[in-house]
């Protein structure tokens, strides 16, 4: 166990990429679980008016590992799911616990100017740092090049963001 937790740490400090993880499903459940713990949570402390925290949670999440799959298989590497995605989950699950308090702290108020505050500068850095990171998780799992890795992973936001609003989940503000 401690040898994960630090293959994680390695991961977010650019020392690691996914083959170091196991390839394991129960580790995989587990921090799926625990990352929808973490969202559901944070999320409800710090924005109580947001509705269906865990059903966005647990969508957002599935919909993320379905793309993850179907990228894998397209670029022939489907072996390769149970490491990536348990390394893209657990980056999420590092990062969740920082990024929603930042989020949370910075979201404009229906009426009000929005202000570019030294925290949206921060929520915008972490953001950068993800998207890289995530590709750079991504490039070590399908042997592309890491532009082509960043756009891919995008698409792949792109898409849960899509689905979620389809199905009425985390709807946005009118």
Wanted: aromatic residues 10%.
């Amino acid at each position: 166990m401690n040898s994960t937790l630090k293959t994680f740490l390695d991961l977010l400090s650019l020392r690691a990429g996914p083959e170091d993880l196991p390839s394991s499903p129960q580790l995989l459940v587990g921090v799926f679980v625990l990352l929808v713990v973490v969202q559901t949570g944070f999320g409800a402390w710090l924005m109580p008016n947001e509705a269906a925290l865990l059903p966005q949670a647990l969508l957002s999440g599935l919909v993320s590992l379905g793309w993850l799959a179907l990228v894998l298989r397209l670029f022939g590497k489907p072996e390769r799911f149970l490491q990536t995605g348990t390394a893209m989950l657990g980056v999420a699950c590092a990062f969740a616990p920082i990024a929603i308090p930042v989020l949370a702290a910075v979201r404009p108020i229906p009426g009000q100017p929005v202000v570019v505050s030294p925290l949206a500068v921060l929520a915008f850095l972490i953001s950068l740092y993800l998207i890289y990171l995530n590709g750079r998780i991504l490039r070590s799992a399908i042997e592309r090049p890491l532009f082509q890795c960043i756009v891919l992973f995008l698409l792949g936001e792109f898409f849960v963001f899509t689905v979620t609003l389809a199905l009425g989940v985390g709807s946005p503000d009118a």
